[in-house]
């Protein structure tokens, strides 16, 4: 494995995202060489940055334009029609869920996120047995696809195997990255077989006038356990700024504004968002001698970030970034869908041997990564 021994704790003051070209990994017949010098970047960005752009993924762009277009027609629908596919304990936590349902949860309450989504995850007989000592997992089960619009739902499938794909790839590199075999993350770990995939359909409107909760959103004390969720640690910034200077990145903001989804940090291995879509996600450096990124839409680029479980394989090496949502035009909806390639159900996810040492001992408890998401999810709604 390459030393690693002195990247631990990288300072990420970043203000952009590297650009990854990753070819090597897509291509039917690349050389060990090229394929190592996409990995070693693919590792450097997840470890200085835990965002990153890639292209050469040699995805066409009807795929990924065409599907957002669906999308926003979808959600133009009469909310009566949304709601035939309305999310709840009774659908395994999968389908639709309306303006202010998804929360951000932080210690003593929580907010509501100014969005609508649809939410699927890969699909599991419910009635699969459990490990020993395991209940059932409450979100097996089928999807609530949007068959609403046929023409909709029928892309949604292939473009959700096409970001599975993707998703495998780079990891691939990550893996070769990381000294590792290229097929580390398959199998028993993840793949296209295994990963227990989740995607998020999202229609963010415009935000309540100067930022400002609407009584629908405001914050509200819950008594449940806290969402991992984290605000950011000091200071705020009025919602005027916010509106004036959107281009400093990720200031900070105070509970009381209403934001399209609130601070946090991603579940699983990757997150992977559609090109051109993203001016309005904001991430943050870990240091504070950084504003922030706002992330710059580029047409063919698709951009990642790192999850949890990736912090945990490698023992903190790679860490996921903070970041938030915040749709600042006043008059246009943004609409995006999200794929997040998580590790399998049952993978007992825990820090690799050869990154921990007696100077950086394991930092994190082994964990069954099906626990980790139930957690997340069972979390994540006021309805």
Not at 228 to 244: F, K, R, Y
Request: hydrophobic fraction near 35%; aromatic fraction near 8%.
């Amino acid at each position: 494995m390459p030393g690693f021994a002195n990247a631990f704790d990288s300072d990420r003051n970043f203000t952009s995202l590297p650009i990854i070209d990753i070819k090597a990994l897509v291509e039917r017949a690349p050389t060990p060489e090229a394929k190592a010098q996409v990995g070693a970047e693919l590792v450097a960005a997840c470890r200085d940055v835990g965002f990153f752009y890639v292209t050469g993924h040699g995805i066409a762009e009807e795929t990924y334009q065409g599907i957002l277009q669906l999308a926003r027609a979808w959600f133009q629908l009469p909310e009566d029609v949304k709601k035939q596919i309305d999310i709840g304990p009774q659908t395994h936590f999968r389908g639709y869920q309306g303006l202010g349902a998804n929360v951000t949860r932080y210690d003593g309450g929580f907010q509501r996120d100014w969005h609508e989504a649809i939410d699927l995850y890969k699909e599991v007989d419910p009635s699969t047995p459990a490990p020993a000592g395991k209940r059932q997992s409450p979100i097996h089960g089928s999807n609530q696809w949007p068959s609403q619009l046929p023409a909709f739902d029928r892309a949604l499938r292939g473009y959700l195997d096409t970001m599975l794909y993707l998703g495998s790839t780079i990891m691939r590199g990550i893996a070769i990255g990381l000294g590792l075999a290229e097929d580390f993350f398959e199998g028993e770990r993840a793949g296209v077989d295994t990963a227990y995939w989740v995607a998020r359909v999202i229609h963010y409107p415009p935000l309540p006038k100067n930022g400002q909760s609407s009584p629908a959103a405001r914050p509200a004390i819950s008594s449940k356990a806290a969402h991992s969720h984290q605000p950011l640690e000091s200071g705020e910034a009025d919602a005027a700024s916010i509106e004036q200077q959107p281009s400093e990145g990720l200031t900070e903001i105070s509970r009381s504004v209403q934001l399209s989804c609130g601070e946090h940090s991603d579940y699983g291995l990757l997150t992977i968002g559609q090109p051109g879509r993203t001016a309005y996600l904001r991430c943050k450096p870990k240091t504070a001698r950084a504003n922030g990124c706002q992330l710059t839409p580029s047409r063919a680029a698709f951009v990642c970030n790192i999850g949890d479980m990736l912090k945990v394989w490698t023992n903190g090496l790679l860490q996921p970034t903070v970041h938030r949502v915040l749709n600042t035009d006043p008059s246009r909806s943004r609409v995006s869908i999200p794929f997040f390639y998580e590790p399998a159900y049952e993978a007992i996810v825990e820090p690799l041997p050869q990154l921990c040492s007696a100077q950086h001992p394991a930092q994190h408890a082994a964990i069954r990564y099906g626990d980790h998401l139930e957690g997340k999810v069972l979390n994540n709604f006021e309805l």
